[in-house]
């Protein structure tokens, strides 16, 4: 383990963006991240953790520690005829543990297939797509006490986990460095249509791509693939357009606030979950823009844009400060808030 200064992370974050840690450390093993707790670097300085990269822009350079994790393995814990539990470690992709999991036929997360980043990040942000968020399957959360350095294990409901939020965003923030964590997949699809039919409840964006593409679902890799390739047509590759994925999180409203809108708006896109009204706020922007008559979708300014096939997505086009981002997320946040009077919230961590 070697502690490096003035280390670069622009390749160490999907917006690309050049930023500099006073001081960097990669974490392979759990005995490297106990001998961490001696060093005065750590003991003196502000800490960040970083696993992919995928979820964060950096506005300015890091004056503290940025621990990297790169703890890997995946293995299975425990099975019976109805569940497996399986394990894996913080610095996995994700991507890679939903692969282990459609390869053995087990359903639970095949919804959340290509989702960037880390394993150690899934709970931070309780990661959701298609109708299925993290917290749908997760057990426990591993994690070590920076304060303390004792490893405790949290469950479910001690994460508190809410639309891509949870515990470890608001009193436990940089206060648990996440090491693993384990899931409960089924071994047969665990959700059903109303009726009590056996067939697995589909995201209606999804049941309309199998349905284009004459998909017919025989296992849960069947919906890993049909997701993969949706997100890979809507999102543009990190590794071609520097990006951070959906920049702002969807809206929720109460269903006497959805109602007034949609008098005034009466083809806006709505999805109901526990009691509230989600608005796509891809929808939202794409109504906006820089001037009247133009969107946001597609606009660019300078270095720094919005993709032109998925409004939410904002884009880095090559040499942009994350202080340009943000002022771009900026603008589209003032505007949506005066056309409809609500206001969007940045998904992506912002350092």
């Known amino acids: 383990m070697k502690i490096q200064n003035n280390y670069n992370l622009s390749k160490l974050n999907t917006f690309g963006i050049l930023a500099k840690a ?9 005995t490297d991240l106990k001998e961490l707790f001696d060093i005065g670097e750590f003991k003196n300085n502000e800490k960040l953790f970083l696993g992919g990269g995928s979820n964060v822009l950096f506005t300015k350079d890091f004056d503290g520690l940025v621990i990297f994790n790169k703890l890997k393995g995946i293995e299975i814990l425990k099975e ?33 297939a290509f989702v960037p980043g880390t394993v150690g990040a899934a709970p931070i942000q309780n990661i959701g797509a298609y109708g299925v968020e993290l917290k749908d399957t997760l057990e ?6 920076i304060e303390t350095g004792e490893k405790k294990v949290l469950d479910k409901e001690e994460c508190k986990f809410g ?26 699809p665990a959700r059903q249509l109303a009726g009590g039919e056996n067939k697995k409840k589909i995201y209606p964006a999804l049941e309309k791509y ?65 009691g509230e009204i989600k608005i796509p706020s891809g929808w939202l922007i794409e109504q ?21 096939k998925q409004a939410l997505v904002l884009v880095n ?16 946040i003032a505007n949506v808030k005066e056309k409809f009077g609500l206001k969007l919230t940045p998904e992506v961590n912002l350092i």
């Not at 001081?23 to 093993?29: A, C, L, R, S």
């Not at 109805?82 to 919804?111: A, T, Y």
């Not at 470890?168 to 071994?187: D, H, P, V, W």
């Open 140 to 145: 426990n959360v591993e994690v070590f006490d």
């Open 288 to 308: 906006c823009g820089p001037a009247n008559g133009t969107s946001w979708k597609g606009y660019r300014l300078g270095n720094v844009g919005v993709h032109d």
């Open 210 to 274: 199998l349905v284009e593409n004459k998909i017919e679902i025989k296992n849960s890799k069947d919906i890993s693939d049909a997701v993969t390739a949706i997100r890979k047509s809507k999102l543009p590759n990190p590794e071609v357009i520097p990006n951070a994925g959906s920049f702002f999180k969807n809206v929720f409203v109460k269903e006497i606030e959805f109602k007034k809108l949609q008098k005034t708006y009466p083809n806006i896109p709505f999805f109901k979950e526990n």
């Open 317 to 332: 086009y090559g040499g942009a400060t994350g202080e340009k981002v943000l002022n771009l997320a900026n603008k589209i």
């Open 22 to 30: 006073k001081f960097f450390v990669e974490i392979n093993n759990e």
């Open 80 to 112: 019976d005829s109805k569940n497996v539990l399986i394990k894996s470690m913080g610095g996995e992709m994700w991507h890679d543990i939903v692969i282990f999991s459609v390869e053995r036929n087990l359903w639970g997360i095949e919804n959340l």
């Open 163 to 188: 639309y891509r939020d949870s515990v470890f965003k608001n009193e436990l923030k940089g206060k648990y460095f996440i090491t693993a964590i384990t899931l409960k997949l089924s071994k047969t």
